[in-house]
């Protein structure tokens, strides 16, 4: 069956009309005339039966349905051009891939692993994209996402599927200025220290300060940081102590960049899962779930810090 499509150029004409809000500039973009682009956006209009765009003496302006359509026309060619940019590169050969990632975990723990899997399967291309938040998958050209988060959290994501990766243990670090004995400090001690909090993780201080069966005087107080990366720098900095999952901070605590404030470690609430689109499986995507499965295995996820000298 012959499919309903508008033409190309006048899907392009429109979307560059209305991020302009202009005919004129759209033009220019395109390399049209200001009549050629009102005709294709004229003929699209006729296509559809719908007004996009409402035209007075005074200029124009999307209508509600055409502001809706924009951003939908917006996300198609963007993908049709991520499609096209990408076979162009592999040049039809081999797969891909296109992951998102929370940032921190993408820097830290996936990329320097990368390496093996392209040794291990270099027709494989992982394209990488960072989100911290669920998505839509339909609307975003992701085909699976490394995501952190708890069960019941994991639940509301609709129309998923998820493979548990790992789970996760936080403990609390900061630079090694906030111990200048150079020992650890008790959970009464480090209530009392000013504490970095993450913006995605609001409770998290208050869950390892109950865990640890202290009453902190505010444990949701402090500057908050969207990333981890930004949580960890800042504690390096010696802005505060920060309650860092450990595969994370591997790095700075092997450096002595930052040290454990506090040696006790707290199993999360959260875990690390890979998250794909329910009932979709490709080949590509199996073989990358396959390798994060056994690079997960292999990891040496708890026992990899070493406190500062505990307290008397």
């Known amino acids: 069956m012959r499919r309903r499509l508008p033409s190309l150029q006048a899907l392009q004409c429109f979307e560059a009309a209305a991020r302009h809000q202009s005919f004129s500039r759209a033009a220019q973009e395109l390399a049209l005339t200001q009549s050629a682009v009102s005709r294709q956006v004229a003929a699209l209009e006729s296509f559809l039966g719908v007004k996009l765009f409402r035209r007075s003496q005074h200029g124009m302006a999307l209508t509600p349905a055409g502001a809706d359509y924009a951003r939908q026309v917006r996300q198609r060619l963007d993908a049709l051009e991520r499609d096209a940019v990408d076979l162009m590169g592999r040049r039809g050969h081999g797969d891909r891939v296109t992951l998102a990632a929370v940032p921190t975990f993408a820097t830290r723990w996936l990329i320097p692993r990368l390496p093996r899997l392209v040794a291990q399967q270099p027709e494989l291309v992982v394209h990488l994209e960072t ?149 979709v499986s490709r080949p590509a995507l199996e073989r990358l779930r396959r390798w994060l499965l056994d690079e997960c295995a292999a990891a040496e996820v708890s026992g990899v810090w070493r406190p500062a000298a505990p307290p008397p």
């Open 131 to 279: 989100r911290t938040r669920p998505f839509l998958f339909a609307d975003s050209g992701v085909d699976a996402a490394l995501w952190a988060g708890t069960p019941q959290q994991l639940q509301q994501w609709a129309g998923t599927q998820a493979t548990h990766l790992m789970d996760e243990e936080v403990v609390p670090v900061c630079s090694p200025h906030w111990l200048p004995q150079g020992r650890a400090v008790t959970p009464s001690e480090l209530a009392k220290l000013p504490l970095l909090q993450a913006s995605t993780r609001p409770e998290a201080w208050r869950r390892w300060f109950e865990a640890q069966g202290v009453e902190a005087p505010s444990p949701m107080a402090g500057p908050r940081y969207e990333l981890f990366s930004m949580q960890a720098a800042a504690a390096i900095a010696g802005l505060g102590v920060a309650l860092m999952p450990t595969l994370l901070v591997q790095e700075e605590l092997a450096s002595g960049a930052l040290v454990v404030a506090c040696p006790c470690p707290l199993k999360g609430e959260r875990a690390y899962y890979l998250v794909q689109p329910q009932g």
